[in-house]
Every structure is written in structure tokens, then in C-alpha cells.
């Protein structure tokens, strides 16, 4: 978090899905699961400028001047488009914590867009723990992290974990977080195809296995670093049923396959994948071949803190 004169600036990292298992449907309509996440370097960035009572010229309920700037191409129409207005969860969450905290400050908010939409990254959830994190500063709210980790959780199921720092395991509806030790250094390439998914109808659509499989593997691997252990313990269970509605699914892996990274899978609910690499000079290597086969966003990545 950085003070300046437009106001508090926080990046707000993308994540990637190391592990994801369906445990059980509920009786609410959402799945419980359990997931290895990784916060990566892609990032939106999010500027909060605070203002006293009516300095702003907003709608009172809302109290939120809300600017959003994209910084990604959008190369096919069918991809959603990123709200502009209150249907962003940066302005829900916002418009929820001035609720709850009584408090009658508002605000001027930024976002800058560089993580893709309905690609398994996390970015809007992402945006929205950045934007509370600013709020509760710049409005000197003093909220404790416990309170926000509650809020967050009304907020969306990925909301938590943007809050805390570094790898974790999330279970419930993946808001239930387990810190995980830190990790040694994890380098991959995001692909991101011009299409998206929606997370609703890929959980519509997916089957909760009989024998879940078990999330140790995969925290063998983050704790070892080893591609080899990897090979073991990367798995998305949601990735069969995102093959059968996106086709892109099998054309980024294969081109995955032939740019020379052997090692990848689909984060989230997709339709981005990702590849691990030995290092970021193999990352960026790849990325670059990637990119020459026009299939979408490239990204070369590492995990961070």
C-alpha cells in the first residue's frame, strides 16, 4: 500500500489454482471444495481517494465515484465485458463495508484492469479485498483483520484469501483458509484464451467425484519446488467440464504442448491455464512462443508473498 497525492494505491495480484477438488455439493446451491492457491505477478492496481461527508457529488447511498480503466485487448466480443458501475464487486464491497462501519466518508475509486475476466485468475475478488484493505485505512475505520476476512467472505468465495498473504488451502466454499508455509519460488506461463467461461455454469455442469482426490500431493510439491512432484500434484477437477463447453481448453494446452512446456493445467473454473517451469528465463522462453501462436493473453509469472 503506497500513499500518494491521487490517494492509496494497492496492486491486487492474480492467483492460480495448484489444486482444485470438489468434496460436496450443498443444499445452498454452492459446492464445498478444497483448493491450493497461489497469489502470482499479474496484478489490477487500485486507487482510493477518500472524501468527508458531502465533498463528493455522489448518490448518498452509494457513496462511491467509480472510475475503471482497462489495460488488456479484449479480441473476441463474447468475452464479458468488466462492469463499469455498482455491478462491480469493488463497489459492492465498498458500498457493504460503509454499510456495516455506520461510516458517512466516500470516496473516489480507480481500477486499473490488467487481469482477464472469467478466466480462473481471481482478479475481481482480488480487486474487491484490495479496495476494503484501502477503505479501512483511508477511512481510519480500524477494523480488525478478522472483521474484514468476515466481510470478504459475504463478498465471494476467493475474497479471503486475497486478504491474507501467500499460499494457502481454502475448503468450505474456499473461504476457510489454511496458510500454508512460504513457498520457494514458482514459475509459470498464464494463458488466457480470447473466450471465457462462466464459473456458475461450469459448477452447474461438474460432478462431485465419489473418491475426491486428497490435496497433499500438492503441498508436497509447493514445499519441494520439484516438477517432478508436481506431476503428481497438480489437479482440477472442474477442468473436464470446462473442456466440454470451451473448446480452447484443449487448444491452449496443446499449444502448451508444443511451445515446449509439458507441465500445465487449467486454473479456477477457466478458461486460462497455466504451465510451471523451471525458472523464469523458461517461463519467459515459452511465453514468447506462446504469443506467437496467437491464442490469446500471454503472461510469464511467478508466485509472490
Given at each position: 500500500?503506497?500513499?500518494?497525492?491521487?490517494?492509496?494505491?494497492?496492486?491486487?495480484?492474480?492467483?492460480?489454482?495448484?489444486?482444485?477438488?470438489?468434496?460436496?455439493?450443498?443444499?445452498?446451491?454452492?459446492?464445498?471444495?478444497?483448493?491450493?492457491?497461489?497469489?502470482?505477478?499479474?496484478?489490477?492496481?487500485?486507487?482510493?481517494?477518500?472524501?468527508?461527508?458531502?465533498?463528493?457529488?455522489?448518490?448518498?447511498?452509494?457513496?462511491?465515484?467509480?472510475?475503471?480503466?482497462?489495460?488488456?485487448?479484449?479480441?473476441?466480443s463474447s468475452q464479458q465485458d468488466i462492469p463499469s458501475?455498482?455491478?462491480?464487486?469493488?463497489?459492492?464491497?465498498?458500498?457493504?463495508?460503509?454499510?456495516?462501519?455506520?461510516?458517512?466518508?466516500k470516496a473516489q475509486v480507480t481500477l486499473c484492469k490488467r487481469i482477464p475476466a472469467e478466466a480462473g485468475l481471481g482478479g475481481g475478488s482480488s480487486d474487491a479485498a484490495v479496495a476494503l484493505k484501502l477503505a479501512n485505512r483511508g477511512w481510519g475505520l480500524?477494523?480488525?483483520?478478522?472483521?474484514?476476512?468476515?466481510?470478504?467472505?459475504?463478498?465471494g468465495s476467493d475474497v479471503p484469501f486475497f486478504l491474507s498473504r501467500g499460499a494457502a488451502i481454502g475448503r468450505g466454499r474456499g473461504e476457510q483458509l489454511e496458510p500454508l508455509p512460504a513457498a520457494g519460488q514458482i514459475c509459470a506461463v498464464v494463458v488466457v484464451p480470447p473466450q471465457g467461461l462462466s464459473t456458475a455454469a461450469v459448477y452447474r455442469a461438474a460432478n462431485v467425484p465419489a473418491d475426491p482426490k486428497g490435496v497433499?500431493?500438492?503441498?508436497?510439491?509447493?514445499?519441494?519446488?520439484?516438477?517432478?512432484?508436481?506431476?503428481?500434484?497438480?489437479h482440477n477437477r472442474l477442468e473436464d467440464t470446462a473442456r466440454t463447453l470451451s473448446p480452447w481448453i484443449d487448444r491452449v494446452r496443446s499449444a502448451m504442448d508444443a511451445a515446449g512446456c509439458q507441465l500445465h493445467q487449467m486454473t479456477g473454473s477457466g478458461t486460462g491455464c497455466f504451465g510451471l517451469t523451471r525458472h523464469r528465463a523458461e517461463a519467459h522462453r515459452i511465453a514468447a512462443r506462446l504469443r506467437a501462436r496467437n491464442i490469446g493473453q500471454v503472461f510469464a509469472v511467478n508466485n509472490v508473498g
Open positions: 500500500m503506497l500513499a500518494t497525492a491521487e490517494g492509496l494505491v494497492c496492486h491486487a495480484p492474480a492467483k492460480l489454482n495448484l489444486y482444485f477438488e470438489l468434496i460436496a455439493r450443498r443444499d445452498d446451491g454452492y459446492h464445498d471444495v478444497e483448493t491450493l492457491m497461489v497469489p502470482i505477478s499479474l496484478y489490477d492496481t487500485v486507487t482510493f481517494h477518500p472524501f468527508a461527508g458531502n465533498a463528493l457529488a455522489v448518490p448518498e447511498e452509494c457513496g462511491i465515484d467509480f472510475h475503471l480503466q482497462q489495460f488488456y485487448p479484449r479480441s473476441d458501475d455498482r455491478q462491480n464487486l469493488v463497489v459492492r464491497a465498498l458500498e457493504l463495508l460503509r454499510q456495516r462501519s455506520g461510516t458517512e466518508q480500524g477494523w480488525s483483520r478478522k472483521q474484514l476476512m468476515e466481510l470478504a467472505a459475504e463478498l497433499r500431493s500438492a503441498v508436497n510439491a509447493l514445499q519441494t519446488g520439484s516438477l517432478r512432484d508436481w506431476k503428481e500434484g497438480l
